[in-house]
């Protein structure tokens, strides 16, 4: 899946990510998050979930990607404890020169649709600092809803919301 759009003058691609692309991924996960993972980590899940981790393009350049998992597991949005298939924001990160352009929303949407229609996963969720405001804001314009604080999840100590969206 591939398609381009522009913004603010700025026009980027989104595509599939492929091996080769790996090394400024990780480039990109250190640069733009304190939650980093190991070279294998990433491997794994592009070869397990390659239809629904992407990355974006501006001038031949990846700038931004979308790591996913897919899982079984308790719906976050079911009333009832109701098991179901659903997709797993790993991480998700934009160099900070190419944020606010709709890169971090056109990812997501590439990764959702591809998560419902090639895994048939029913919902989404993700972690998210709750200091993130840009990031949460993003994820409540895609139909996200924050389900519970996750106390002391990351490593410094800092709460996460565990937000959720159906697909």
Avoid: C
Avoid at 16 to 35: C, F, G, M, S, Y
Avoid at 74 to 79: P, R, T, Y
Wanted: net charge neutral.
């Amino acid at each position: 899946m591939e398609f381009a759009e522009a913004k603010k003058g700025k026009e980027y691609r989104i595509r599939n990510a492929r091996l080769t692309d790996v090394d400024q991924i990780i480039k990109i996960n250190r640069l733009a998050l304190p939650e980093n993972y190991p070279y294998y980590f990433f491997v794994e899940h592009l070869k397990e979930y390659e239809a629904a981790f992407f990355v974006a393009e501006v001038d031949g350049e990846v700038v931004g990607y979308i790591m996913p998992r897919i899982e079984w597991g308790f719906s976050n949005l079911k009333q009832l404890p109701t098991l179901v298939k659903k997709g797993h924001v790993v991480s998700i990160a934009v160099l900070e020169q190419y944020r606010r352009l709709g890169i971090g929303t056109a990812l997501l949407q590439a990764s959702m649709k591809a998560m419902k229609e090639v895994y048939n996963a029913e919902e989404v969720y993700l972690e998210v600092r709750v200091s993130n405001s840009p990031a949460i804001n993003l994820y409540k314009k895609l139909g996200f809803k924050e389900v519970k604080v996750l106390r002391h999840y990351y490593a410094d100590g800092e709460d996460a919301y565990l937000m959720a969206a159906p697909l």
